[in-house]
């Protein structure tokens, strides 16, 4: 009986977060296309207005898809809200400042 519990809420708990995924995905992608197709909108010139736009909604939805690719792809320990709001973060060199004196 025990474990039947246990089973049933994992996969409440389971799809409790692919829900929230879902939800936190499409907040953003929202977010996004408008705000970048505002921007667009604001920096085009009247002749190439609609291409701004167009250019820049292409930007929300390209870097949404990319945050949202990787929020589904990350663990299930990592919390939603986390992995869609943290930098990347970017790998540095080990060739410190110290080094480059010496040389």
């Keep these: 009986m025990i474990n039947r519990v246990t089973k049933m809420e994992e996969e409440k708990k ?3 977060d692919v829900n929230s ?3 936190a995905c499409l ?3 929202a977010r996004r296309v408008v705000y970048s197709s505002l921007g667009g909108a604001f920096a ?3 002749v190439t207005r609609w ?3 167009a250019f820049g909604a ?3 939805i390209g870097s949404a ?3 949202c690719s990787r929020a589904f792809d990350a663990s299930s320990s990592s919390s939603t809200s986390a992995a869609l709001v943290a930098p990347i973060s970017t ?3 080990s060739y410190s400042v110290s080094q480059a004196e010496e040389e």
């Design 91 to 93: 790998e540095t060199s």
């Design 27 to 29: 907040d953003l992608t």
């Design 21 to 23: 995924k879902w939800d």
């Design 58 to 60: 292409g930007l929300g």
């Design 14 to 16: 389971k799809s409790d």
């Design 44 to 46: 085009g010139s009247p």
């Design 51 to 53: 291409a701004s736009i």
């Design 65 to 67: 898809y990319t945050d």
